[in-house]
């Protein structure tokens, strides 16, 4: 497994807004399963299948954003499984770049057959 971090930045726009105007959950977890799985595959080198996920607590308005910035990083591998940090940030109104969630995900390297292959 290699050790690397994977950043995004997620321009918002109407197709992400929900009819409160605001960034729609699925658009938030869309982006934060691809930031888990480009990072996996990065890092271990073969396809990924997302296993689990925990810690998806939103915990600030995200409705005056234009942008987020989505980083992804391993933080631990098993034999053929790995866990995946994923922060989503955002800027405020007031320039300053705030954490909105914090998740877990947890990830399977697989082969072309979705059969779990070794990675550690």
Request: aromatic content about 4%; charged content about 20%; hydrophobic content about 40%.
């Amino acid at each position: 497994m290699n050790d690397i971090t994977v950043t995004q930045v997620c321009l918002v726009n109407q197709k992400n807004l929900d009819e409160d105007g605001r960034i729609s959950t699925v658009s938030l977890m869309s982006w934060i399963y691809e930031t888990a799985v480009i990072t996996a595959m990065q890092s271990c080198g073969c396809k990924v299948v997302v296993r689990t996920s925990d810690h998806h607590d939103f915990c600030h308005n995200l409705s005056d954003c234009s942008f987020l910035e989505i980083t992804g990083r391993p933080v631990h591998a098993g034999e053929s499984s790995m866990e995946i940090q994923v922060d989503l940030f955002a800027e405020n109104p007031r320039h300053k770049k705030v954490l909105i969630t914090r998740s877990y995900l947890t990830v399977e390297a697989v082969d072309n057959q979705m059969h779990p292959v070794r990675i550690a």
